[in-house]
């Protein structure tokens, strides 16, 4: 019975593991350019200039069987990832909204 346990094990231990289908790093004098795929279906690829913006992209499978994709920008004014499982503010409530109007067109006076 041990040996049985031990064998499947080994069998699923086997078949888990995740390899690596395509990689490649390019680093140049303007930037970088970097991109790995695994047979699960995960990726990442991304490129740098010689300011230090990046712009890149990473995907995976979820444990739900979606297609999840994150693109992002990181430069002088940070992180700024794009995705559709990422959360998005409620909308601002009309009532504030028309404050604002309101105090963009009635500036305080100055004493």
């Known amino acids: 019975m041990f040996k049985l346990?031990?064998?499947?094990?080994?069998?699923?231990l086997v078949t888990a593991v995740v390899e690596v289908e395509r990689r490649s790093e390019e680093v140049r004098a303007d930037g970088f350019d970097a991109e790995v795929s695994l047979n699960d279906g995960s990726a990442r690829?991304?490129?740098?200039?010689?300011?230090?913006?990046?712009?890149?992209?990473?995907?995976?499978?979820?444990p739900e069987g979606e297609h999840v994709r994150l693109?992002?920008?990181?430069?002088?004014?940070?992180?700024?990832?794009?995705?559709?499982?990422l959360p998005t503010p409620p909308p601002?409530?009309?009532?504030?909204?028309?404050?604002?109007?309101?105090?963009?067109?009635n500036p305080p006076k100055e004493y």
Do not use: M
């Open 5 to 12: 346990i031990v064998l499947c094990a080994a069998v699923c």
């Open 45 to 62: 690829q991304e490129s740098g200039d010689v300011h230090g913006n990046i712009k890149g992209s990473f995907e995976w499978i979820s």
């Open 71 to 85: 693109e992002y920008v990181a430069d002088e004014n940070g992180y700024q990832p794009k995705g559709s499982v």
């Open 92 to 105: 601002i409530p009309e009532a504030i909204v028309r404050a604002l109007k309101w105090i963009e067109t």
